[in-house]
């Protein structure tokens, strides 16, 4: 069964970089046809996609956070990652990896599964 | 704001049907497949729908998902109490080139 684990720091200091990991389980990131992507939930601004990547490297970015964001993936861990440069008080909330199946794949748009998610406050 | 419009909340009694609406353009819905989720509190999103009508292996039948035009629909019927929680709507818009979501429907079931 594919599983999807966040990990990483829970307190980031304003202006510093918040990085998040994501280990899958079941399947291998370096053969699988789909994407592996961040999303973020918060109260304020609800879910918002932060951007995918597939395992060759190729990425996709949020345009309202592209400035900011790297995602990367490790094929030999089975892992992805997250990294948000210069957070603030805004990046407070829960993140989530997950799997994609999305147009670069083929006609299709879904996500799952999810990882749990993790909260990441930004507080000095 | 979100890029695809939803209903904040809903109630609807024990056993009745509900639909959420979630409304887009044609640089999204329009041109694009539909999913849904399904998010109860304190946990993670669950996969409800996809491709705007197909149900993923162990959905139940009460849920089912619809498209027209720059549209989409979830429908549940039968309503249960376990129900309750916030549905979401997504799916790719070519002209942000980026995953968009609905602000999210609380659903109550009184």
């Known amino acids: 069964q594919l599983q999807l684990q966040e990990s990483g720091p829970g307190l980031v200091k304003p202006s510093e970089t918040l990085s998040l990991t994501c280990t899958v389980s079941g399947d291998s990131i370096s053969s699988s046809i789909y994407y592996w992507g961040w999303i973020r939930q918060s109260p304020q601004k609800g879910l918002e996609w932060i951007g995918h990547?597939?395992?060759?490297?190729?990425?996709y970015y949020s345009p309202s956070l592209k400035s900011r964001v790297t995602i990367s993936v490790d094929t030999s861990k089975n892992q992805f990652s997250l990294r948000l440069n210069s957070v603030t008080a805004a990046d407070t909330t829960v993140y989530y990896c997950a799997r994609l199946c999305v147009p670069m794949t083929g006609p299709c748009n879904w996500i799952t599964p999810w990882g749990q998610g993790t909260l990441v406050t930004v507080s000095s | 704001q979100s890029v695809l419009t939803q209903p904040p909340s809903m109630s609807a009694a024990p056993g009745q049907k509900v639909t959420i609406s979630c409304s887009g353009s044609?640089?999204?819905?329009?041109?694009?497949?539909v999913s849904w989720y399904q998010q109860l509190p304190g946990t993670a999103p669950k996969f409800l729908i996809r491709?705007?009508?197909k149900r993923p292996s162990g959905i139940p039948d009460r849920f089912s998902g619809s498209k027209s035009g720059t549209s989409a629909t979830l429908g549940i019927t039968g309503l249960q109490t376990g129900d309750e929680a916030d549905y979401y709507c997504?799916?790719?818009?070519?002209?942000?080139?980026?995953?968009?979501f609905g602000g999210g429907t609380k659903l109550t079931v009184l």
């Open positions: 044609s640089s999204n819905i329009g041109n694009n497949y």
């Open positions: 990547i597939y395992h060759t490297g190729s990425t």
């Open positions: 997504a799916t790719w818009d070519s002209s942000l080139s980026a995953v968009v």
């Open positions: 491709d705007n009508d």
